[in-house]
Nanobody, 125 residues
Framework: QVQLVESGGGLVQPGGSVRLSCTGSGRAFSPYSLAWFRQAPGKEREFVATITSTGSHIYYADSVKGRFTISRDNAKNMGFLQMNSLNVEDTAVYYC??????????????????WGQGTQVTVSS
């Protein structure tokens, strides 16, 4: 079992930046791909980004490409999502997730077996 806890969310102004962290405990998550999803009010949860176990492959949703950066530190059992140039459409609960690598279905929720509880990011002036 892998337990995941997100942190770093909060209120940020449009155009601002925030860095989310995902801390793993229990079984090391180094063998797994690590992903971020988000769910905005009244919408379904959607894929944001994923990084494979060694960091060799990274994929982003088109809506965040060029603004968000996913990374990981396996030695610390941590993952990160650096979010820049935020806009109000980025307001959502952000979830980190871990699962076995799947380079074709990397954006599907059922690829990921372990999920955190989520952290709220609100972009507002």
């Amino acid at each position: 079992q892998v337990q995941l806890v997100e942190s770093g969310g909060g209120l940020v102004q449009p155009g601002g930046s925030v860095r989310l962290s995902c801390t793993g405990s229990g079984r090391a998550f180094s063998p797994y791909s690590l992903a971020w999803f988000r769910q905005a009010p009244g919408k379904e949860r959607e894929f944001v980004a994923t990084i494979t176990s060694t960091g060799s492959h990274i994929y982003y949703a088109d809506s965040v490409k060029g603004r968000f950066t996913i990374s990981r530190d396996n030695a610390k059992n941590m993952g990160f999502l650096q979010m820049n140039s935020l806009n109000v459409e980025d307001t959502a609960v952000y979830y980190c997730a871990a699962g076995w690598e799947d380079r074709t279905r990397f954006n599907a929720e059922d690829v990921y077996d372990y999920w955190g509880q989520g952290t709220q990011v609100t972009v507002s002036s």
